[in-house]
């Protein structure tokens, strides 16, 4: 049940170029699934006044802000950035501020902009200050002060490129104030809710995890992990005089258990773990308010909860009454906690999002950030499991295309980036669209991928192209052998490691795949491993054992044997490469190698290469273009649908950023 109505503009905005057979779901303009969301982001002022949302302005996404009972048409546009949209932003614990980061062109090193919202008028809006002001820095940020609302703690590596100093941050002057430099490997610092920092994490050399209490008299060491296991601080109690930790560490432990520290013994508490057995630890949800657990998570297939606050439990579940078949989440409340924002997603939903009175429990409908998209036209994503080449079980995500039948489809494979991370039961703009286009979609949990126990995680260690590639192979095996994939029509497409995937598949092997879309893909994991970030460096030892020690003759030999650009004489499949230019994780020469290589062997290769972006696309007039590629490059190698139209201006812009792949070279060393 949802407590809006479809709107009525849904018969508009379905485009037929291509008209489906009958009983197949119409061709549902791309422009639905990847432009600009209409509204996103919202936040609740502390004080529960106002509402601030992202959403176009001038063609790019910026804050607007609207008081909370007036229409989104009352609202004012408090930014007014026109060369690259703000992602993410939040309040100040006042209400004063409202603050974002924003980096150049993708570089990922980021400033900190502060903006005072109550300035905005109808024909005026406010210069946002950026407070860092620093050039090739990356800030991080660490602490909003809970006790002083124009102050907050971030981290700057301008001194030392490779760690970050611990400095104070005035909001309403950007007054900087040093209070630790950083010469001991820090990678971390925590607070407690009184703004007094009492924990920082620490990584050794050797790849072990260090975390330290913090104090007047110095330094003590509480707690220690190794890259292999986990180990992290959450958040402190009440009483400041323990805090809440996730850990796996020790011989006899697989899955990650949520615990309690005294940080002044260092002793340990269990307080629970996964009732299931199934999954790692998820998330603990504070109040703001009390500081009491409200509930724990985890997610196998799908999420589950644990409530700890009987009152919000009542109140989640009268919620998740209204919505059957729907996730319900409540989250970003207001300081005294009487309001929150309610979002509410399927897998073919983005998600509604609307305000609950905790006092009158009156639900108000607000936004969904695609409300012209015709949901009742899209794919029902399910899990399922299957064996690995070596009898391991790998979970995944399978999506059929509505209204496509079930058996003989061509396969679109997703793997996720990370590698370690993981994919879950939500709404997928990929996995729509591509349904949509008449393609399975197969997302796998290959292993490698965390929430699944260390043991899991661990077994992808060293196993890039190998077995964590064969993951993803015996998952198209068992579509194959259920005859629910067409084996002559199967196409895979992944961003970062997922795009390592796409070229490890190609290459490895190549008589499955019929084309593949490598996005912001590594072709050459020695290159990938002598180039990470300096800030990296404190996962350097991690990632020689998780992928590859490029300074020993053995790993040098292992590397190149998984890396596909020593094996790309062995593609077969087109291949589409994108990339953008100024990305710091996987850069420029990682695709310029793979089509230098293809080209030069005279194999077809188109190249996307967009000079104001990273590790991704962020401006939509690249991301679109990009996608209207794809779409033809698929339906071109798999024969699906595809829309013919393109706007004039991402027609343009798709001409602009194809490189033509003749005059790629690799610059000198």
């Not at 001991?184 to 809710?193: E, K």
């Not at 084996?487 to 795949?513: E, H, M, N």
């Not at 030892?541 to 020593?566: C, H, M």
Request: glycine letters at 8%.
């Amino acid at each position: 049940m949802r407590l809006r109505a479809l709107p009525l503009l849904i018969t508009l905005i379905v485009a037929f170029a291509g008209c489906g057979k009958i009983g197949q779901p119409p061709l549902i303009d791309r422009e639905l699934f990847f432009g600009d969301p209409e509204i996103s982001s919202g936040k609740l002022s502390p004080d529960g006044e106002y509402i601030a949302f992202l959403k176009p302005y001038n063609d790019t996404r910026n804050i607007w802000v609207k008081p909370r009972n007036a229409s989104f048409d009352k609202a004012l546009p408090i930014t007014a950035k026109v060369d690259r949209p703000i992602r993410s932003y939040f309040w100040s614990g006042d209400g004063k501020y409202i603050l974002f980061i924003q980096d150049n062109a993708g570089d990922e090193n980021f400033n900190v902009y502060a903006i005072n919202p109550k300035v905005a008028t109808e024909g005026e809006i406010p210069d946002a200050r950026n407070l860092t002001n620093l050039q090739d820095v990356r800030v991080q940020i660490y602490h909003i002060s809970r006790k002083d609302h124009d102050l907050m703690f971030i981290g700057l590596n301008d001194r030392d490129k490779v760690w970050h100093d611990l400095y104070s941050l005035k909001i309403s002057t950007g007054e900087l104030k040093l209070l630790k430099e950083n010469n001991s490997r820090y990678t971390d610092w925590v607070f407690d809710h009184d703004d007094n920092l009492r924990l920082a994490k620490r990584s050794r050399v050797d790849g072990t995890n260090e975390l330290w209490r913090m104090d007047s008299k110095g330094q003590t060491l509480l707690f220690s992990s190794t890259m292999f296991e986990t180990a992290y601080p959450i958040a402190f109690t009440k009483d400041n005089k323990h805090f809440y930790m996730v850990s796996n560490v020790g011989e006899d432990l697989d899955l990650t258990q949520l615990y309690l520290m005294n940080i002044e013994t260092a002793k340990l508490q269990l307080v629970e773990g996964d009732p299931d057995g199934k999954a790692d630890f998820g998330r603990l949800v504070l109040s703001d308010k009390t500081f009491e657990p409200l509930y724990t998570t985890y997610t196998n297939a799908y999420t589950r909860r644990y409530f700890k606050n009987s009152d919000f439990e009542r109140h989640f579940r009268s919620l998740q009454s209204k919505f059957e078949g729907f996730e319900v989440n409540l989250y970003g409340a207001t300081s005294n906690e009487r309001y929150w924002l309610v979002s509410v997603w399927s897998d073919t939903n983005p998600s509604d999002i609307y305000i609950y009175d905790m006092t009158t429990e009156e639900l108000t409908f607000q936004y969904n950030p695609r409300s012209t998209l015709p949901t009742e036209h899209l794919s029902k994503m399910k899990s399922i499991t299957y064996p690995s080449s070596d009898g391991l079980e790998i979970q995944a995500y399978l999506t059929i295309p509505k209204g496509f039948g079930e058996e003989q489809l061509p396969l679109v494979v997703l793997p996720h980036g990370g590698p370690w991370a993981r994919d879950r039961w939500t709404y997928n703009s990929y996995v729509q669209f591509l349904a949509n286009r008449g393609y399975a979609v197969l997302q796998p949990n290959f292993r490698g991928s965390r929430g699944f126990g260390k043991q899991f995680l661990n077994a992808g260690n060293g196993q890039w192209g190998d077995m964590m590639q064969d993951d993803i192979t015996w998952g198209v095996k068992y579509l194959i052998e259920k005859g629910v994939v067409d084996k002559d029509r199967i196409g895979i497409f992944g961003t970062s490691y997922g795009g390592y995937a796409t070229l490890a598949g190609l290459a490895f092997t190549p008589d499955l795949y019929a084309c593949g879309v490598s996005f912001v893909g590594p072709s050459n994991l020695l290159t990938l491993l002598n180039s990470i970030p300096p800030y990296w460096e404190s996962i350097r030892t991690s990632f020689y054992e998780r992928i590859g020690n490029p300074n020993s003759d053995e790993g040098v030999a292992r590397l190149k044997q998984q890396s596909p650009l020593f094996s790309a004489d062995k593609i077969a499949a087109p291949l589409l490469v994108v990339q953008g230019e100024n990305d710091p994780r996987v850069r420029k020469a990682e695709s310029d190698q793979i089509v230098i290589a293809l080209r030069d062997r005279g194999f077809p290769v188109e190249y996307i290469s967009a000079p104001d972006e990273g590790h991704g696309f962020v401006r939509p007039v690249n991301n679109m273009a990009f996608i209207a590629a794809m779409e033809k490059f698929l339906a071109t190698h798999l024969g699906g649908r595809y829309q013919k139209g393109i706007p004039q201006e991402v027609a343009q812009r798709l001409q602009e950023i194809t490189v033509d792949v003749n005059s790629v070279s690799m610059p000198a060393e």
